[in-house]
């Protein structure tokens, strides 16, 4: 299973959903945006979405609703990371 995190206008985790992986398949390899374009789908066309990993592999850890996106860096920061680093 694939996971996914919807982001607001700030970058703020809104939630973060589970796709199964055969909506990311692209001849036989997972795609990031195939994901996305399935959450779009189901949640509309203005929403934001990005890949995220339940094992941390992918961008640093598994956020949660209330986390940021850092698109620079491609990477969640978890709230204790948001109140250290303002």
Known sequence: MAHFAELDEDNIIKRVIVVHNNELLVDNKESETKG????????????????????????????????????????FIGGKELTINE
């Open 36 to 75: 996305i374009e399935f959450c779009k789908s189901l949640y509309g066309e203005n929403t934001k979405w990005v890949q995220c990993s339940y094992n941390a592999k992918k961008r640093g850890h598994y956020p949660s609703a209330g986390d940021y996106y850092d698109k620079e860096k491609d990477i």
